[in-house]
């Protein structure tokens, strides 16, 4: 049996605005211009430029165009004035998209003009475009054989075997760079092995690593491979293991193909003045931004005229809404930059010794609760400014995540950061004698005679966020 009933709830959402303002706090400096550049290009009513009084300004075509809408706010409906309702003017499925940036020769373009060497019939080059398209960006081929043949039956309706294209793969495993179109790390290791002078010793020791202990190589069992290719000259078995370890691994980055440089354009400029800290926003942060002074008086006109028609109403309305948008973007933009500096302020303040020195063991530990509580706003949104922003100091420029860390209690009660923790467990690994590296469990104890209550399995958690492996694979011969 069916029943009516009434639920009362109480909802929290943010309003269009609060999303805008929040996907703006994120952005860095290196692409606020871009963003800046796009409202200007999309709002008519925004122009670059220095206000004399931005607030009086506001407030005069605030009043005119009061005046002039008076009477069709029944025309118009309640969130059509709104800043964007209807989004921020791009596809939110291309946001998080990258830009388009130039490329030269790509690898697979690289190997296609290898191809045209061989002298291929019409048939045999299906095969072998197949085969170069099947190549990974790495420079792997990890699709099967088998598979390959079926896509050339069903896709391009060319009828072959795997014989056939194991041929043709061996010739294209020739190509430049040397190691391409490996089907996993052994193969490719041998492949460049292969190149090299086969009358050098240690050539062939590493030849014979590779094809007969490989797995005793990756797991660093040194002593297996001597004693299973009797290899009695520990300086030969030496130099093939450094041999093999400078070969490539991934071949399919060495190929003509540009890659992407990031450049770190620091979001804050902090200067020690005779040990006084001095905090300014790049001025790229600063846009100069104001309200276009013609659209004000085009308001104002309208107002002015006899005619109050539909069509005239529709031009108040759009007038009216762009008007809306230039104001809320200055503020937003105002406001990104008060809420940098901020929690930028209260970051310095609370890392005062460290910025002073730049010394790692000043870092006292701190979580975004403590900035957030410093400056009276919510956790998220220091999160939101730590996790894309950097700084520019006297020692270097550092993401703001960097001053974040947990904290340690040590055997005099102190709390200390994890970073200095890290720090010293590094400088145990780097010091340590590589043919009997230290295990987790011993430089759990050293680091508890220098007063760190550390667990274990805290030592192995910090050795990965390290990229440091395991003692066994850090021995050396």
């Known amino acids: 049996m069916q029943k009516l009933s009434l639920t009362q709830s109480l909802q929290q959402k943010l309003s269009p605005q609060q999303i805008q303002f929040i996907k703006l706090l994120q952005v860095p400096t290196a692409e606020l211009e871009a963003r800046v550049e796009e409202e200007l290009e999309i709002n008519p009513a925004l122009e670059e430029g220095k206000e004399e009084s931005p607030d009086d300004q506001a407030d005069d075509y605030e009043d005119e165009y009061e005046s002039a809408t008076e009477g069709i706010e029944d025309y118009l409906q309640d969130d059509y004035a709104g800043y964007k309702m209807q989004g921020d003017g791009r596809n939110p499925d291309e946001e998080d998209k990258e830009s388009p940036i130039s490329m030269g020769k790509t690898l697979h373009e690289h190997l296609i003009s290898q191809l045209g060497y061989l002298k291929l019939d019409e048939r045999q080059e299906i095969l072998g475009r197949q085969l170069i398209g099947s190549i990974d960006s790495d420079g792997y081929i990890r699709r099967e054989i088998e598979a390959i043949v079926n896509d050339l039956a069903f896709s391009q309706g060319v009828e072959t075997d795997e014989e056939e294209l194991e041929s043709l793969l061996y010739k294209i495993q020739t190509f430049d760079p040397a190691g391409i179109g490996a089907r996993n790390l052994q193969e490719c290791l041998s492949l460049q092995l292969e ?106 006109a309208y107002d002015k005229s006899d005619k109050k028609d539909k069509k005239l109403k529709e031009t108040v309305s759009f007038i009216k809404q762009k008007l809306d948008s230039a104001k809320w973007f200055i503020d937003a933009i105002r406001q990104r930059q008060n809420t940098l500096l901020n ?24 979580i975004l609760k403590d900035i957030a509580d410093r400056i009276n706003m919510d956790i998220s949104t220091v999160s939101r400014v730590a996790s894309s922003k950097s700084v520019q100091t006297e020692f270097g420029v550092f993401p703001l995540k960097y001053f974040f860390s947990e904290g ?22 780097d010091e340590e004698d590589k043919s009997k590296p230290l295990s987790d469990e011993k430089l759990e104890k050293a680091l508890k005679e220098c007063g760190y209550n550390i667990a274990r399995r805290t030592v192995a958690k910090y050795r990965e966020q390290l990229n440091i492996p395991v003692a066994r694979l850090r021995k050396e011969l």
């Open 195 to 300: 190149r090299k002078d086969d009358d050098n010793e240690v050539v062939q020791i590493a030849r014979r690593i590779i094809d007969n202990c490989f797995n005793e190589f990756s797991k660093k069992h040194y002593d297996k491979i001597s004693r299973k290719l009797g290899i009695e000259d520990e300086d030969l078995l030496r130099e093939a293991i450094y041999l093999i370890t400078k070969l490539n691994p991934k071949p399919g980055g060495t190929g003509d193909e540009v890659a992407k440089t990031q450049y770190v354009i620091p979001d804050f400029i902090l200067v020690n003045n005779d040990d006084k800290l001095e905090l300014s926003l790049n001025s790229r942060n600063a846009p100069q931004l104001k309200v276009s002074r013609s659209y004000s008086e085009m308001l104002q």
């Open 343 to 366: 929690t930028m302020q209260a970051i310095i303040d609370f890392q005062y010794e460290y910025f002073l020195e730049g010394d790692e063991s000043k870092l006292k530990p701190m």
């Open 408 to 429: 340690i209690a040590t055997d005099s009660g102190e709390d200390v950061s994890s970073r200095e923790v890290k720090s010293k467990l590094k400088s145990f690994i």
